[in-house]
């Protein structure tokens, strides 16, 4: 065979082999035409800096309805504690922070944390009243809660601050207030090593918090909300 017949050969040779990859590649791109669909939105700590030392106003909105952690003005909650001493949560206005509008929510020992909520649903821890405020000095603000919590999904709930982990999304927990199921289980460890591990229910909240400490038994245990 000439060179030239066996160069010819392998012409034929790739336009053969070729011609179904292209019909292939057609059919791929007219098929995935057909069946395309919109890209999921953005879930757990998907597309978020966190934390963030100045959050924009304009992502922020007037009220916290995130299921997990609905903090509606005027709403309460009532916790027993290992010692015996009831502890009362409320809900409030907060001051404005780094021009963000907040949601404050307020224990009976007095310690008040503002909160506030962004457009995805995602509500940011921005400060604690006589500690810090986000945007002043080193402190940013973090997540308090996803606006659509992931298991195994880790973030940091203030700078500096507790690192919190999405460890169980089918808890369970009985209370003075009812038995729960399908709870969101977060474990937050503090700067200081402590352990808090927080049981969360659909359109009420905190339901249990448990604290790894020198006293194991430091507990909050839900008994009423209002």
Not at 25 to 51: I, K, Q
Not at 169 to 177: I, L, P, Q
Not at 201 to 213: C, F, H, I, K, Q
């Amino acid at each position: 065979m000439s060179a030239m017949t066996s160069q010819a050969s392998r012409h034929v040779v790739r336009r053969v082999v070729a011609a179904p990859v292209v019909a292939l590649t057609v059919l791929l791109v007219a098929t995935g035409c057909g069946t395309a669909s919109d890209p999921s939105p953005p879930a757990g700590v998907d597309g978020l800096t966190v934390p963030t030392p100045s959050p924009d106003p304009g992502d922020f909105v007037d009220e916290i309805d995130n299921p997990w952690l609905p903090l509606t003005p005027g709403s309460a909650w009532s916790y027993r504690t290992a010692e015996g001493v009831d502890d009362e949560w409320s809900v409030g206005p907060g001051p404005e922070i780094s021009g963000v509008e907040t949601t404050a929510l307020v224990t009976s020992s007095g310690v008040a944390d503002y909160y506030a909520q962004d457009e995805s649903g995602n509500v940011w821890w921005l400060g604690r009243e006589g500690e810090w405020q986000a945007g002043e000095g080193v402190a940013e603000a973090g997540i308090a809660m996803l606006a659509t919590p992931r298991l195994g999904d880790g973030y940091v709930g203030s700078e500096p601050g507790p690192r919190a982990e999405i460890v169980a999304v089918d808890g369970v927990r009985e209370t003075e207030a009812g038995a729960f199921e399908d709870l969101l289980v977060i474990e937050t460890t503090d700067p200081d090593g402590r352990l808090l591990t927080s049981y969360y229910a659909r359109d009420v909240g905190l339901v249990y918090r448990e604290t790894e400490t020198a006293v194991p038994d430091e507990f909050l245990e839900l008994f009423n909300r209002s």
